[in-house]
Structure formats: structure tokens, C-alpha cells
């Protein structure tokens, strides 16, 4: 008799995923290695359904000096939830559970696509994100960001995508005030969609913004994510909630600062601007 061929994987609603993730049966198969938490690669299985995921337990987190209070775990959840918030579905599904070294975070694993160009044999993967151009000007389809040094005294124009799923990206980490957005955190999945991984230094209640999409600095804010900030707005209301979630998860203060970026987005309705001459960029940018 011939092997049975693999029964294929139903897909799992969202919140099918959060189920599977928070009470599946987790396997530690490996450790990504050179991640500066430990991030451990993992399958997750539940009622005959399996998926691979991340597993980054609290005990294996580097001690922050500016973020004493909470978790990274408690701070990728939270940034999870304001991504539901803003119906974008931009981070993947992630939970808070207990593992095998203790509580952690939990996150569905991406396979992300090989960028075409480059050099895995097949040409046909998504568009890249990233590019460092030697002109003065981003071309057609491009943003600049600002020149990078790229040594012997050259200098590089580093300019990202004008893709929209960037833009709503770089709204979200407005709004989380996310301190570490890289090239490597981004994830172009099958089906076109791409995901933004890796939140742990977020929430801070002091201006941490660093990112490489500052593109769209100071332009104004597309409609779409004018409504979503307005909704986020009332997400964020005490005793909404969205606010009662994120009370599990981050400080009060931080919540008040979330407020006073959502609001001051609003106010502004335009992408935020660096507040020096350099925008800041994580280093390093991959
Ligand atoms: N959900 C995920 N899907 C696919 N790859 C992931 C996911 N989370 C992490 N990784 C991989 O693991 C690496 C390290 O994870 P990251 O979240 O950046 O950890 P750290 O907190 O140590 O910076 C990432 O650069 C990426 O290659
Ligand atoms: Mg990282």
C-alpha cells in the first residue's frame, strides 16, 4: 500500500492560532543562533494540528537598563495586540505561556520568502525592501531614509520600498514606539503579506523611535491610517478593552504615553519626523 499522503494542514482562524500557540504541546527543536535573547525555534501541536514557532522564555532575556519594568515577552504580546487593533494583522500571532524554560513568549514561525536577486537559484521571490543606491535621489519607487557610511569614505543613499504594507508598518511602530526596526524584522510571507517580528524593546514611555522606515517623515497620514489611529484611540480609553489587555502587559505610564502618541499622531496627521538632523537607525540596519 502506497504511504498515505500528508493530510493537508486546515488553515486556523486567528484565533485558532492563539489557541493552538497558548496550549499546544511545545517542543524545543533548536536556538536561533546570534539573537541577542534566547530565541528558541520550536513546534507547537494541538487536537492534530501542528505549527513551528518561537519560543523566547523570559529567563533567557538580556536585562535592559531602560526597560526595568515587565518583560520583552509581555512587551511583544502587547505590540501583537495593537496590531490586531489596527485590523493590519501585521505581527504574527503571539501569546504569553509557560514552557519548557518557563514563562516566555510564544509566536508562530514565518517562512519568510527569499527576496528576488538574490542568490538561492530561483529569481521569481518578493520584491526587496532594502537597497542602498549610490545617488543622490531615492529612484522611482523608493524612499530615502538618509546616507549611510559605507566605508573608504564612501557614502550610500539608503532608501526602502514605497510599499504600502511599509507605511502601515512604520504607523504601528509609531505607535509602539518601537526602538528596533531592522531590515531583519521584516518577513515577506507566501501570499504577499509581510510581517514585522522581534518587539521586545517597545512601550517605552520616553521617545525611543528607531527605524529604518522613515520615508514617509512628516508626510501626511494615508486615510486608512487616520481611521485606524481613530480607532485605536477608543481601543485605548480606560475600560476599553484593549486598555484593560495592555494593563496586563505594560505600565500605566506607558499606556498614558501610548495615549499621548496615538493622540498626538491625530493631532498632527502626519508620520512622525526624526528630531534631529540624523534619523535614528538601528544599528546594526540588518
Ligand atoms: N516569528 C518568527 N518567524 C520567523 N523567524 C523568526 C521569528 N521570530 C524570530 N525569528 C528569527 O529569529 C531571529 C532572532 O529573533 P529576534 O526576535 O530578532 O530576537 P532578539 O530578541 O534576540 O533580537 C530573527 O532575526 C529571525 O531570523
Ligand atoms: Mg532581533
Redesign the pocket.
Known sequence: MPAPERIPSRSLTEAGLRTLLAEGELTVLGQ?RG???A?LYCTVAYEGEERTC?Y?PVAGEQPLWDFPDGTLAQREVAAYEISEATGWGLV?PTVLREGPYGEGMC????D?EEEAGHDDGNGDGPPPLLALVEDEEPGEGWKAVGFADVGEGRKALLVHADDPRLRRLAVLDAVINNGDRKG??L?PAPGGRLYG??H?VTFNADDKLRTLLWGWAGDPLTAEAAEVLDRLSAGLEPGAALATRLGELITAAEIDALRGRVESLRTSGRHPQPSGDWPPIPWPPV
Open positions: 536561533v539573537a541577542s535573547n530565541v518561537v523566547k504574527p509566536q508562530l514561525w514565518i519568510a531583519g524584522h518577513l517580528i522581534d521586545g
